[in-house]
């Protein structure tokens, strides 16, 4: 079995470009755990409470269960499922599975595989989190899943793994003439930009391209809360800030809250600004709305 194409083809629910990192996330909460108890069986009633955060938390704005993905990821043969009594999953629904004292861990096969050759736990990680989050997240989801990675690479040849356009980042600097479009923000050391980073959009793991129209020129702070739907931006290029955000510190209110309804700085003259398909992605998919009201000048 070739588990990192199996990884990179999970089949999950899709419908115009809607997120759906229900599997994945169950998929690295399960390495996670894994790598601290290889044997452990993971019963649903006990990890609810955890697989809805992280889907509240790295998953689209609509509200959602872990019952789906808990009992679907047994269909991609890297899962199973048994009840108290011995059999298998009784379906997606919450309170069945909370009655029949399902339980789940990886397959059989997959943890043999994994008891042969303990570097494909890291390896297969990585391959769900590039094919699904963007890079902003990646260190983050390790924590939040208990995931423990070694330094090694992906294989190449792992389907559905894209190759980057390695010049878009000095592309989208150029055209915001190397500044946040959010905040100005614009430092340097030398002639060198430090702190200031190509975002993208439309993410680029879930199909969103390598275009100056779907990215922003943002500092490393901003560009990890547009990842994270806490800032997004509005159908007439205005910054949104997210009623869920709280913060009452000065430094949250002047770098975050504040934003709210600034028209975005740049581009310049002549570069594209973000497409409409990719904000409207990014407002639905990813921005954790609804926004609060623009900031009073």
């Known amino acids: ?21 229900h599997k994945p996330l169950l998929f690295l909460y399960a390495l996670g755990r894994y790598q601290q108890d290889a044997d452990q069986e993971l019963a649903y009633s006990a990890v609810e409470e955890d697989l809805k955060r992280l889907l509240a938390e790295y998953g689209p704005g609509n509200r959602t269960t ?52 303990p570097s494909l736990v890291s390896r297969i990680a990585r391959t769900l989190l590039d094919l699904h989050f963007p890079p902003s997240l990646h260190q983050e989801l390790c ?37 946040c479009a959010f905040c100005g923000y614009d430092g340097r050391i030398g002639a060198v930009p430090v702190g200031l980073e190509a975002a993208h959009v439309h ?14 020129c943002l500092c490393s702070l901003h560009h ?51 497409a409409a398909i990719h904000q409207a992605w990014h407002t639905t998919q990813v921005f954790h709305g609804p926004s609060r009201p623009a900031i009073a000048a």
Do not use: C
Not at 206 to 216: M, S
């Open 66 to 117: 872990p019952a789906y993905p808990f009992h679907h990821l047994a269909s991609d043969e890297v899962w199973e499922v048994r009840t108290r009594s011995g059999g298998p999953s009784p379906g997606s629904g919450v309170r069945e599975l909370r009655d029949s004292g399902a339980a789940g861990r990886l397959a059989p096969d997959l943890r043999a595989a994994l008891r042969r050759d």
């Open 224 to 274: 990890k809360l547009f990842d994270k739907g806490v800032l997004g931006v509005s159908d007439d290029h205005r910054v949104l800030v997210a009623q869920r955000f709280i913060g009452h510190s000065t430094t949250a209110h002047q770098q975050v809250i504040a934003l709210a309804g600034r028209p975005l700085l740049g581009p310049q003259p002549g570069a594209p600004p973000i």
């Open 203 to 216: 993410w680029w793991a879930l199909g969103g391209p390598d275009e100056v129209d779907n990215a922003l």
């Open 1 to 21: 079995m070739d588990w990192l194409a199996r990884a990179a083809s999970l089949r999950q629910w899709t419908s115009n470009g809607v997120r759906a990192p």
């Open 143 to 179: 924590e939040a899943t208990g995931l423990e990675l070694e330094n090694v690479e992906t294989q190449p040849s792992v389907p559905g793994r894209r190759r980057r356009n390695q010049e878009l980042r000095e592309l989208v600097l150029t055209a915001y003439e190397y500044r």
